[in-house]
Every structure is written in C-alpha cells, then in structure tokens.
T-cell receptor, first 114, second 114 residues
C-alpha cells in the first residue's frame, strides 16, 4: 500500500516570494507521482506529473517538482508566486502496475498575501 | 462531453434517507473513479470502474455504499440509510485507463446529511 504525507497543511507567503510545498511518499513498489491543484470553488486539476526520465518536471504556469528517489520526496516549488496561485495543492501517487487508484495526501493550502 | 459532469452539485438530505449521485465521464474514457473529500482532507478513494465492472471497490466504507456503471459510461453512487458522517464532497474522475494518465475530475457533489 502507498501513503502520501504533505508536511504543511497551510503555507502563507507574500506575492513574488518563492514557495516550496513538501510531499513525501511511502510505497513498496515503483510509483508515478502527481501534483493536483484545486482553486477556490473549482474541481481538482492536474498540475504536473513525474513518470520517468528527468527527475525535474515543470508545469505551464511556472511550478516545478523534483523527484528524489532516495528521500522518497516530490516537493513542489515556484520561484515567484502570484495572487492567482492561491489554491489547495494535493500530492498523489499511483502504482506502475496493479492498483490504478491515485492515493492523495492531505493537501496544502497556499495563501498569497499582497 | 468536454469534461466530467456531476449532478447534483449540492444535495441536502435527512439522516436515514437514500441518495443517488450521478457522474457523466468524458466520452471514451474507460476508467471511472469515485472519491470522497471531507473538510480539510485529501480525496479518499472509494471505487474504480474499468468499463462496466468494478475493478477495485476496496475503499467503500461499508455496505450502505454501492456504485454502478451499467453501460460503461454514466455511473451512479448510491448511499443507503445516510448518516451525518457521510457528509462530504463526493468527487468523480475519469481517465483513459493508462496508469501514466492523470485523472480528469468533476466539480463534485456536496452532500450534507442533517
């Protein structure tokens, strides 16, 4: 079975500051890794995913995440945040084979202050 | 359709009543998932369909919960004898069924049991 731990339930930052949202996972098998974002009053949207290859993956809106196998982490970063990044962010894992379900972390609420 | 559609968007019911929640996935998506999200928590897996059959129902909390997908498209989540603890947002997602794909989520049904 897999589990995902998001170490911070809330992260407040000022606009244009850098941010890191932490995610650690536990699994006995190889997994794919995902970050989802949920903007206020909207559904979950896929932000980015790590499948294989380069351990650094990027989204179209400036976020990036780095897969670290030895530390079983997949932290999400952005060098300069905007008010529009205010949302809840969820880290998730999925087995290579077998169970097709995504297992989610508890979420991190990112609040951007002007 | 263009996205995953869930109806109703809100449902208030009395304790002990029966409810049905509907999910209309993206056309052509063979995999369909139901999740439950309680306040301040990440989505919790309930059940996964591949085509018409439930491939994994390990997340259903008890036998009051049941889901069907008779024609491999629309799915209905059914909850009997509702309890106040069933109050949550019920999320539906669909995908092509490939483990490398992320899911496309609907906006959810907010169920309130009073």
């Amino acid at each position: 079975a897999q589990s995902v731990t998001q170490l911070d339930s809330q992260v407040p930052v000022f606009e244009e500051a850098p941010v890191e949202l932490r995610c650690n996972y536990s699994s006995s098998v190889s997994v794919y890794l995902f970050w989802y974002v949920q903007y206020p009053n909207q559904g979950l949207q896929l932000l980015l995913k790590y499948l294989s290859g380069s351990t650094l993956v990027e989204s179209i809106n400036g976020f990036e995440a780095e897969f670290n196998k030895s530390q079983t982490s997949f932290h999400l970063r952005k060098p300069s945040v905007h008010i529009s990044d205010t949302a809840e962010y969820f880290c998730a894992v999925r087995e290579f084979q077998g169970a097709q379900k995504l297992v989610f972390g508890q979420g991190t609420r990112l609040t951007i202050n002007p | 359709g263009a996205g995953v559609s869930q109806t109703p968007s809100n449902k208030v019911t009395e304790k002990g009543k029966y409810v049905e929640l509907r999910c209309d996935p993206i056309s052509g998506h063979t995999a369909l998932y139901w999740y439950r999200q309680s306040l301040g928590q990440g989505p919790e897996f309930l059940i996964y369909f591949q085509g018409t059959g439930a491939a994994d129902d390990s997340g259903l909390p008890n036998d009051r919960f049941f889901a069907v997908r008779p024609e491999g498209s629309v799915s209905t989540l059914k909850i009997q004898r509702t309890e106040r603890g069933d109050s949550a947002v019920y999320l539906c997602a669909s995908s092509s069924g490939q483990s490398t794909d992320g899911y496309t989520f609907g906006s959810g049904t907010r169920l309130t049991v009073v």
